[in-house]
């Protein structure tokens, strides 16, 4: 294949100056309300990806969408404090602003937000309001991690008052936020679309995570067995009951040393609540915590 000509690469790279310059980096709330209502007075569409940072390619693929599906997009850049239920976890959080504003300047992003805590909660990083959650919450992750919801739906709710996105893209690798994110967005009356966007694997299956950044080359070489544990579950579970299942995908996770499963769970995909059995429900998910050394790593797969 002939190479392009010389000018032509030339010009690519000044258009891909162009995007990187348009992007501007917002750092307080008035900024960022004075440029939502300029864009939404002129009649702009916006898109917003909420992100804790430590960008990697699941995020990007979040942002690509919204790119295209948007007028504008907004990807806020913020460790939210109040949704740590454990100060450590907290202080461990990867945190690379700098390269995630550079990639998002790459990806035709028009605003990274970038708040500093006291920005975002001038009265101190607390909770101020108990959100109506639903069941959803209660299960999983909400049962492990107390309040993490609760901090979760506060700084979601935020976000969507400062940006009134039309779209909001979430990952589905946090498969029961996005449940509990949707139970927030209909008891506070909020009008945006949750967008689900597809768990981005490793080439080894590992689900993309900002956490696998904290992970020891060794701890890295065990973390696949994961999401091949869960594999192997859904061709176990096509003649086993749902129990059996549980107990299988458990102990094959539990028999790698270095992993230690914190809950297993296989639910409806809609209310996120237990079933027994495959009939059910016609969308079974099976949700999974598992530490890997201190790291926890959460996954899930499609069973129904
Ligand atoms: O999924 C995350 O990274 C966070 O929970 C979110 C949605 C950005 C809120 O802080």
Redesign the pocket.
Known sequence: MRSLPSRVGNCAQCLKKIIEKRMIIIKTVSELESYVSRERNNGRSIGLV???GALHEGHLSLVERAVRENDDVIV?V???PT?FNNPDDLASYPRTEEEDCRQLARAGVAVAFVPEVSEMYPQGAVREKEFRLGTAAEVMEGKFRPGHFQ??AQ??SR?FELCRPNRAY??EK?FQ?IAV?RNMVESEGIDVDIIPCPIKRADDGLALS?RNALLTPAQRVIAPEIHKALKAGVEYSKEHGVGETREYVVGLIDAVEGLQTEYFEIVDARTLLPVEEWSESPEVQGCITVYCGKVRLIDNIKFR
């Open positions: 909420p992100t804790m806020s913020f460790v939210n949704q901090g979760v700084i979601v976000l979430f990952g946090d936020q994110i900002s």
